[in-house]
Every structure is written in C-alpha cells, then in structure tokens.
C-alpha cells in the first residue's frame, strides 16, 4: 500500500486542481453541469432532511486543532519541532491558505446555496480547520495517534457544518480540505529547507522515527 501513496497522493490533487479549473472557466466550463449536479444533489438531502439546521460553532471548531496545538506546546508537551520553528511553521500555512483561499473565491466568485454573496468556492471555514489539524498532526501525530483522531474529525465536522448551515456546496467544503492540507504540508516542506541542518527539531522526535524505521524493517523481515 505505502508504494501506492504517492499515485494516489498525485491523482487526488490532480482531480482538485481539475475541479478548480472547471470553477474558474465558469458556467460554461466541460465540467459544470457534473459539479452542480453532485452540489445540487447534496443540498437536496440537506434541505429534505435538515432544512431548519443553523448553527455557529464551525466559526470556532475551525480553531479547535490550533488552540489544542499551542495548549501542548505551552504545557510543555514534547512535539517535532522547537518554538521558533513552529512559529514560523503557523505563520507560512496561515499566509498560504488565506492568500490562495481568498484569491480563488474573488476569481471564481460562485453563489453560496443561501445566496448571500458569491464567495462560496472554496470553504476558508474548511480550509482552516484541515490547516490547524494538519498542523496540530504535524508536531504532535507522530507519536500520539488520538491527537490526529481529534484534529481531523474536528475538521470533517466543520465541513459538514458548512453544508449543513447553507453556507456552502459540497464541492466548496472538498476542495477546501485539500487545499488547507496541501498548503499546510508545502508550509512544512519549505521550513524544513529554511532551517536544514539548523538543529531545531527535537531530539525525541528523531529517536521516534528511527526507533519507528527499525521496528518496521524488523516486522517486514519476519
């Protein structure tokens, strides 16, 4: 399966980048009727089934993985990386997902389902919550597996929130998931270039992974 990652990792991002173009082009794009079809199916649901659902707790659970994130780290709970490192690991998945979040929903500009503006493609609210809990996942998943069950059920729910209050179509609250991990991870990507060899990152992180790396040589050869 783990030979697989990488194809399955490229043609996902490959369908997005699609869908992506497919809202750019407009109405008269090859791929809109299937996109308002499956956007138009899924509020049919939500509007058969819970056409009264207005809530506002997605505006904080958004937040939730990056609250709990900071909440460790100044609880003095070991994670991947030293303060500085983290900080500036926040700071560039912050800047990369405003700026391509807010630039598509300006060049796209899709009605919301409640027709209150045409920012509706994709969800921030989404691509935030997948930002902080790919963060949250990034210092501390490693080791604790119950940290990333949080972190990301914390942002399906807001997802599914954002559809659910009428406030964004299916495909909005898709593609915004896959646009806060992938920004989120290209932040990781370009700190671990910037700091190279600068010994930031924490010990017991690098034990970890090689007492993880030796345990799983050990379980292929037996």
Same mark, same amino acid.
């Given at each position: 399966?783990?030979?697989?990652?990488p194809?399955i990792?490229?043609?996902?991002?490959?369908?997005?980048?699609?869908?992506i173009?497919?809202?750019l082009?407009?109405?008269?794009?090859?791929?809109?009727?299937?996109?308002?079809?499956?956007?138009?199916?899924?509020?049919?649901l939500?509007?058969?089934?819970?056409?009264?659902?207005?809530?506002?707790?997605d505006?904080?659970?958004?937040?939730l993985?990056? #609250? &709990?994130?900071i909440?460790?780290?100044?609880?003095? !709970?070991?994670?991947?990386?030293?303060?500085?490192? $983290? *900080?500036?690991?926040?700071?560039?998945?912050?800047?990369?997902?405003q700026?391509v979040v807010?630039?598509?929903?300006?060049?796209?500009?899709?009605?919301r389902?409640?027709?209150?503006?045409?920012?509706?493609?994709p969800?921030?609210?989404?691509?935030t919550?997948f930002?902080?809990?790919t963060?949250?996942y990034?210092?501390?998943?490693?080791?604790?597996?119950?940290?990333s069950?949080?972190?990301?059920a914390s942002?399906i729910?807001?997802?599914?929130t954002? #559809? &659910?209050n009428?406030?964004?179509?299916?495909i909005? !609250?898709?593609?915004?998931?896959?646009?806060g991990? $992938? *920004?989120?991870?290209?932040?990781?990507?370009?700190?671990?270039t910037?700091?190279?060899?600068?010994e930031?990152?924490?010990?017991?992180?690098?034990?970890?992974?090689?007492n993880?790396?030796?345990?799983?040589?050990?379980?292929?050869n037996t």
């Amino acid at each position: 399966m783990k030979r697989y990652r990488p194809v399955i990792f490229i043609s996902f991002y490959m369908i997005i980048l699609i869908i992506i173009a497919a809202q750019l082009w407009g109405a008269n794009g090859f791929l809109h009727p299937a996109i308002e079809n499956i956007n138009l199916y899924v509020r049919g649901l939500r509007n058969t089934h819970a056409p009264l659902f207005h809530q506002s707790y997605d505006n904080y659970l958004q937040l939730l993985p990056g #609250i &709990l994130l900071i909440g460790l780290k100044l609880g003095g !709970v070991k994670g991947r990386f030293e303060w500085k490192r $983290l *900080l500036i690991f926040i700071v560039l998945s912050i800047i990369f997902t405003q700026l391509v979040v807010n630039s598509l929903k300006l060049a796209c500009g899709v009605l919301r389902p409640d027709e209150s503006n045409f920012f509706s493609f994709p969800s921030g609210h989404t691509a935030t919550a997948f930002m902080t809990a790919t963060l949250l996942y990034k210092e501390y998943g490693f080791k604790r597996i119950w940290v990333s069950l949080v972190a990301y059920a914390s942002a399906i729910v807001t997802g599914m929130t954002r #559809i &659910l209050n009428n406030r964004h179509w299916i495909i909005d !609250v898709i593609v915004g998931a896959a646009l806060g991990i $992938l *920004l989120t991870e290209m932040a990781y990507r370009l700190v671990k270039t910037i700091f190279k060899d600068r010994e930031l990152i924490n010990t017991d992180y690098n034990h970890w992974c090689i007492n993880y790396r030796n345990n799983a040589t050990i379980i292929e050869n037996t």
